[in-house]
């Protein structure tokens, strides 16, 4: 991008910014001139063509099939470019690269809640290393908000009772403001908060100077204890449950037919609404867990079973 057109846009401070910051100026420039066009033509016209005498009258105009083909067709061309060229960043936007750091999210009438993997957690700020892929995993305790970093150019609604997700990688170090980008009640313009980008040896020393904390799988071995999870899942499969060992990202045959990618949100379908996907092979003997555990919870439950591994 240019720096003179900059001034239009806010600060570019993440990988696809540019990108999107290039489509939204054609955007401008093609819409912007065909609006010139129309109106100097109109005001020309109006001018040049105007009514002399009373007794003129304008010629009776049947239309001309080539002109009607050439105006429908060129804008239609020019719109599918326009619609390919988003499809692409849409699709480089939400599709995250293997190896992100991930985020959890929970929103709240009016807050920010954050944890990192690490175990710490945050209130309307973000710690986050520059130069490093970054995979939000969000959900929202009451209503529906959004996830809106301007400077990212990245905004994602968040939803109670399930999880969205979005990645960016921040390029430069700074302080880029975060914003509900959703009404949700009477506070939600204070509903903002801080993405503190930092150098990655900067952050290395935060996360590390956090260390009272515990890792998000550890507080779930903890919550998985004492709801009593181990009394049908253990190591094995048993006739009382399947086992939960490399279950994530494997492919689920469930009952009745067809099969599911057991990702975070599935994790998370399984403990609330059990019920609504059996596994093949068992019956619905699994009780729901929904209103016993808080969505913070229910996060470290998913990070804890995401980490058994054989
Ligand atoms: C009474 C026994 C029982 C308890 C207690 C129980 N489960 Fe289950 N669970 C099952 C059975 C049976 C299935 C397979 C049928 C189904 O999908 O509902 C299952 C399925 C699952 C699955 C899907 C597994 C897959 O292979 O796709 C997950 C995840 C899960 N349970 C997690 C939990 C967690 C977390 C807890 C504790 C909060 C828990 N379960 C408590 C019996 C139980
Ligand atoms: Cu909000």
């Not at 009514?51 to 304008?58: E, K």
């Not at 993997?117 to 130069?131: C, D, K, S, T, V």
Request: hydrophobic content about 40%; aromatic content about 12%.
């Amino acid at each position: 991008m240019p720096e003179w057109i900059t001034w239009l846009f806010p600060d570019q401070a993440s990988t696809i910014a540019p990108k999107v910051d290039w489509l939204y100026l054609a955007l401008i420039l093609v819409t912007g001139s065909v609006a010139l066009l129309i109106f100097t033509l109109i005001t020309v016209y109006s001018i040049r063509y105007r009514r002399r005498r009373i007794d003129q009258r304008g010629a009776h105009i049947e239309g001309f099939v080539p002109l009607e083909l050439f105006w429908a067709v060129i804008p239609f061309l020019i719109f599918m470019g326009i619609f390919a060229w988003g499809g692409v960043i849409y699709y480089e936007r939400s599709s995250p690269p293997k190896g992100t750091i991930d985020i959890y999210v929970v929103g709240k009438q009016w807050m920010w809640k954050l944890q990192h993997l690490e175990g710490p957690r945050e209130i309307n700020q973000l710690h986050i290393p520059a130069g490093y892929p970054v995979r939000l995993l969000m959900t929202s305790q009451d209503v529906i908000h959004s996830f809106y970093v301007p400077a990212f150019r990245i905004k994602q609604d968040v939803l109670p009772g399930r999880y969205t997700s979005q990645w960016f990688q921040a390029t430069k170090p700074g302080r880029y403001h975060l914003f509900c980008a959703e009404y949700c009640g009477t506070e939600h313009s204070r509903m903002i908060g801080t993405i503190e980008v930092m150098r990655q040896e900067d952050f290395q020393q935060w996360i590390e100077a956090q260390r009272a904390t515990q890792p998000m799988k550890s507080s779930g071995k903890e919550v998985f204890a004492r709801l009593g999870c181990d009394s049908c899942h253990s190591s094995t499969d048993t006739p009382l449950g399947p086992s939960l060992h490399n279950v994530y990202q494997r492919k689920t045959s469930l009952k009745g037919g067809g099969s599911i990618v057991a990702d975070e949100s599935y994790l998370r379908e399984s403990i609330l609404n059990p019920a609504d996907r059996i596994v093949h092979g068992y019956q619905s003997t699994m009780p729901t867990y929904r209103g016993q555990i808080s969505d913070e919870q229910l996060n470290e439950l998913i990070e804890y079973i995401k980490s058994l591994k054989r």
